[in-house]
């Protein structure tokens, strides 16, 4: 049992550049999310989805895109890649977005935009 | 979902009960205390939380006073490796609010743990 996985574990980026962050978990978790962490900051959260096929904002989504094709990933994607995303991202999930326990996390992407 | 507050640091001996407030002098009747820790670099994990009553499981206890306006987390016999940021966080059940809630998470406590 994996728990969430996060690819890749570090990135640097060039300004205006695009990438895909990649989260999976094999646990049949139907709520998945994204949070972002600035040094000194706690957890700001980007987007979210209730299911597959569903997605919605977070706190702070602009310059971020998510989809959500399967209940297994959920790719957040940077469209043009600022120095101001520099930042470390957090994949969470967990069964249902109705309790706020047991959100399983991941083990973060750690991004640099130069 | 009610504000929390909580000191932004503490130190505890190695061995010795950590003791981690926190107010949420704000919070509603269908609000739950969740805690969560960070421990560097990681990402948050789930440590406990409740409604009224103390709760303990193998992690910790959490113990919220009569009027609910504040809640203390316990580490009975802290290690090097609980240090870190604990966060406390108040939120609704959303089974009976019908709505949806996101987990949000403030500064938190950085707890560290002396030899």
């Known amino acids: 049992n994996a728990g969430v996985t996060q690819t890749p574990k570090f990135q640097v980026l060039k300004t205006g550049q695009s990438m895909t962050l990649q989260c999976a978990q094999d646990?049949?978790?139907?709520?998945m999310s994204w949070y972002r962490q600035d040094p000194g900051m706690g957890l700001r959260l980007i987007h979210y989805?209730?299911?597959?096929?569903?997605?919605d904002q977070g706190e702070v989504p602009n310059g971020y895109n998510v989809s959500r094709s399967t209940t297994e990933d959920f790719p957040l994607r940077l469209l043009s890649a600022a120095p101001s995303q520099t930042s470390v991202y957090f994949c969470?999930?967990?069964?249902?977005?109705?309790?706020?326990?047991?959100?399983?996390f991941g083990s973060g992407t750690r991004l640099t935009v130069v | 979902d009610a504000k929390t507050t909580q000191p932004p640091s503490m130190d505890c001996a190695e061995g010795r009960a950590a003791n981690l407030p926190c107010n949420h002098s704000?919070?509603?009747?269908?609000?739950?205390v969740y805690w969560y820790r960070q421990i560097h670099s990681q990402g948050p994990q789930y440590i406990i939380h409740?409604?009224?009553n103390n709760e303990t499981n193998e992690m910790a206890s959490l113990i919220i006073t009569e009027d609910r306006k504040s809640s203390t987390l316990i580490l009975p016999h802290a290690t090097l490796r609980d240090t870190a940021v604990y966060y406390c966080?108040?939120?609704?059940?959303?089974?009976?609010?019908?709505?949806?809630?996101?987990?949000?998470f403030g500064s938190g406590t950085q707890l560290t743990v002396l030899p």
């Open positions: 969470a999930s967990s069964l249902t977005q109705n309790r706020g326990y047991g959100y399983t």
């Open positions: 704000t919070i509603s009747g269908n609000e739950y």
């Open positions: 966080i108040v939120r609704v059940d959303a089974l009976s609010s019908g709505s949806a809630r996101q987990l949000t």
């Open positions: 646990m049949n978790h139907e709520y």
């Open positions: 989805s209730v299911g597959a096929g569903i997605t």
């Open positions: 409740g409604l009224k």
